[in-house]
């Protein structure tokens, strides 16, 4: 929890056009309405996310008083991840495969049946797995529409960015160094000369 | 997707915000309305910061946007980079201490671990770890073989605060930032106190990164601070 402890891998976002004003009432209904479920049957596999209480990764109810602290709101993404270790799968799948051709007499097993058999295994096996869980932090920063996801991976940030438009309708702009150079108060200077600049080579003249 | 106040186009401060507490403006039922909190105020800009609403690039899916687009200017691949080696050297020219508009003092040095690579798309790299790496003759080897700083861990203090972080060039941004946090009890207070401590160190770092780029962008880049930097490549004090 970045947020709370730890050291913190943070990046940041301009919330385009973000609201010159919020009804908080609001945007906890947004949260909840794409907050993390758990999915519909155990059997299935694969990803699963949506927002959580920065506080606790299970508790998927926002109140005002563990979501709004002054100017920030801050909430976590939870990314669950369900997958079957291959190599289990495939030794297990094997095995069925081998029993099925003992049983039916026959030499080979079509790639129909084969993915039948494997769609068992895996509706057997998935409700016994559990998934593996990811948690980021977010602080969205309403008097200044920056918002703030502890991570630094792109992965990540995609994820965030595509979640948070669906769930607020606003945009998440990456902050990056021309994006800072475009803010400073000599854009208008700046701008223009970096167009007419590239990699300085830094390399003494005797290397070179 | 549900805008939630498709109307109001509120002011974008990319910058500027400082950790203060809202003021209070009344109760719900006396505003007679939902809205929680006026958030029209803008907050309190620092020197050199201005909106850029309309300055930044659009969303990904975002065809209609006006803005122009700055995500894929040249300068991106390069400047971070550039920034990164500009740091190393500041931070061993005067001892590493900068004087910063609205920060006031800062130490600065390159902590334990530097990462290099060269360019294309079979890049060699090197890694440099433990102790004080930046001040080896390995690391100056690197530059002079043409590699770019990647990745610098930087100590810094501000006041009576050491911040410590891993500083990427692409993108450049902070990873690994310990804080100097004293606040051990409340939610309300660790946050407030951690979000001021991250804002404070992202703001000397985007302060560091604009003095970088005043002198980047002078007329005096080319017949004087490159051949400094390049001097003190080579070892040769100017």
Same mark, same amino acid.
């Given at each position: 929890?970045?947020?709370?402890? *730890?050291?913190?891998?943070? $990046?940041?976002?301009?919330?385009?056009?973000?609201?010159?004003?919020?009804?908080?009432?609001?945007?906890?209904?947004?949260?909840?309405?794409?907050?993390? $479920?758990?999915?519909?049957?155990?059997?299935?596999?694969?990803?699963?996310?949506?927002?959580?209480?920065?506080?606790?990764?299970?508790?998927?109810?926002?109140?005002?008083?563990?979501?709004?602290?002054?100017?920030?709101?801050?909430?976590?993404?939870?990314? &669950?991840? %369900?997958?079957?270790?291959?190599?289990?799968?495939?030794?297990?799948?094997? @095995?069925?495969?081998?029993?099925? %051709?003992?049983?039916?007499?026959?030499?080979?097993?079509?790639?129909?049946? %084969?993915?039948?058999?494997?769609?068992?295994?895996?509706?057997?096996?998935?409700?016994?797995? @559990?998934?593996?869980?990811?948690?980021?932090?977010?602080?969205?920063?309403?008097?200044?529409?920056?918002?703030?996801?502890?991570?630094?991976?792109?992965?990540?940030?995609?994820?965030?960015?595509?979640?948070?438009?669906?769930?607020?309708?606003?945009? @998440?702009?990456?902050?990056?160094?021309?994006?800072?150079?475009?803010?400073?108060?000599?854009? *208008? &200077? +700046?701008?223009?000369? @970096?167009?007419?600049?590239?990699?300085?080579?830094?390399?003494?003249?005797?290397?070179? | 997707?549900?805008?939630?106040?498709?109307? &109001?186009?509120?002011?974008?401060?990319?910058?500027? *915000?400082?950790?203060?507490?809202?003021?209070?403006?009344?109760?719900?039922?006396?505003?007679?309305?939902?809205?929680?909190?006026?958030?029209?105020?803008?907050?309190?800009?620092?020197?050199?910061?201005?909106?850029?609403?309309?300055?930044?690039?659009?969303?990904?899916? &975002?065809?209609?946007?006006?803005?122009?687009?700055?995500?894929?200017?040249?300068?991106?691949?390069?400047?971070?980079?550039?920034?990164?080696?500009?740091?190393?050297?500041?931070?061993?020219?005067?001892?590493?201490?900068?004087?910063?508009?609205?920060?006031?003092?800062?130490?600065?040095?390159?902590?334990?671990?530097?990462?290099?690579?060269?360019?294309g798309d079979d890049p060699q790299t090197s890694d440099l770890k433990g102790g004080a790496p930046a001040t080896s003759a390995e690391a100056k080897m690197a530059l002079v073989s043409g590699k770019t700083v990647e990745t610098a861990s930087v100590g810094m203090r501000v006041k009576d605060r050491e911040f410590y972080f891993s500083l990427r060039s692409d993108p450049v941004e902070l990873a690994g930032l310990k804080v100097p946090g004293e606040v051990n009890d409340g939610v309300d207070e660790r946050i407030f106190e951690r979000m001021f401590l991250l804002e404070e160190a992202t703001g000397i770092v985007d302060t560091l990164f604009f003095?970088?780029?005043?002198?980047?962008?002078?007329?005096? +880049?080319?017949?004087?601070?490159?051949?400094?930097?390049?001097?003190?490549?080579?070892?040769?004090?100017?």
């Amino acid at each position: 929890m970045p947020l709370l402890s *730890g050291a913190m891998g943070a $990046r940041r976002f301009l919330v385009q056009n973000g609201p010159a004003s919020i009804r908080h009432e609001l945007l906890l209904d947004s949260l909840q309405e794409a907050a993390f $479920r758990e999915p519909p049957s155990a059997a299935r596999g694969g990803e699963n996310m949506g927002w959580v209480s920065h506080g606790n990764l299970v508790v998927t109810e926002f109140t005002h008083e563990d979501t709004f602290y002054n100017q920030y709101m801050c909430f976590s993404l939870r990314v &669950d991840n %369900k997958r079957l270790p291959a190599k289990l799968l495939k030794g297990l799948l094997d @095995l069925r495969i081998d029993a099925w %051709k003992a049983e039916t007499g026959r030499e080979r097993c079509s790639s129909q049946i %084969k993915t039948e058999i494997r769609e068992q295994l895996e509706l057997e096996l998935y409700p016994k797995q @559990l998934p593996s869980v990811q948690v980021y932090d977010i602080c969205w920063d309403l008097s200044s529409h920056r918002l703030w996801l502890f991570s630094n991976s792109d992965r990540v940030s995609e994820k965030v960015r595509e979640l948070f438009y669906r769930t607020f309708g606003y945009f @998440l702009l990456p902050v990056g160094l021309v994006e800072l150079v475009a803010g400073h108060e000599r854009a *208008g &200077d +700046w701008l223009p000369a @970096l167009d007419g600049i590239g990699h300085a080579d830094y390399r003494p003249e005797v290397s070179r | 997707m549900r805008p939630l106040d498709p109307d &109001d186009g509120g002011g974008n401060m990319l910058f500027g *915000g400082s950790v203060v507490p809202t003021e209070d403006t009344g109760s719900r039922e006396e505003r007679g309305d939902l809205v929680d909190q006026d958030m029209s105020a803008e907050p309190a800009a620092d020197p050199g910061r201005r909106p850029i609403a309309n300055a930044v690039p659009s969303g990904p899916d &975002d065809e209609n946007s006006e803005a122009p687009s700055t995500r894929h200017h040249p300068a991106a691949a390069f400047l971070g980079k550039e920034f990164l080696l500009w740091l190393w050297w500041r931070s061993e020219s005067g001892y590493g201490n900068l004087e910063l508009p609205h920060y006031g003092s800062v130490d600065l040095w390159i902590d334990d671990r530097i990462q290099f690579r060269t360019g294309g798309d079979d890049p060699q790299t090197s890694d440099l770890k433990g102790g004080a790496p930046a001040t080896s003759a390995e690391a100056k080897m690197a530059l002079v073989s043409g590699k770019t700083v990647e990745t610098a861990s930087v100590g810094m203090r501000v006041k009576d605060r050491e911040f410590y972080f891993s500083l990427r060039s692409d993108p450049v941004e902070l990873a690994g930032l310990k804080v100097p946090g004293e606040v051990n009890d409340g939610v309300d207070e660790r946050i407030f106190e951690r979000m001021f401590l991250l804002e404070e160190a992202t703001g000397i770092v985007d302060t560091l990164f604009f003095l970088f780029c005043e002198e980047r962008l002078s007329a005096d +880049w080319n017949p004087k601070t490159l051949p400094s930097i390049r001097s003190w490549i080579a070892g040769d004090p100017r």
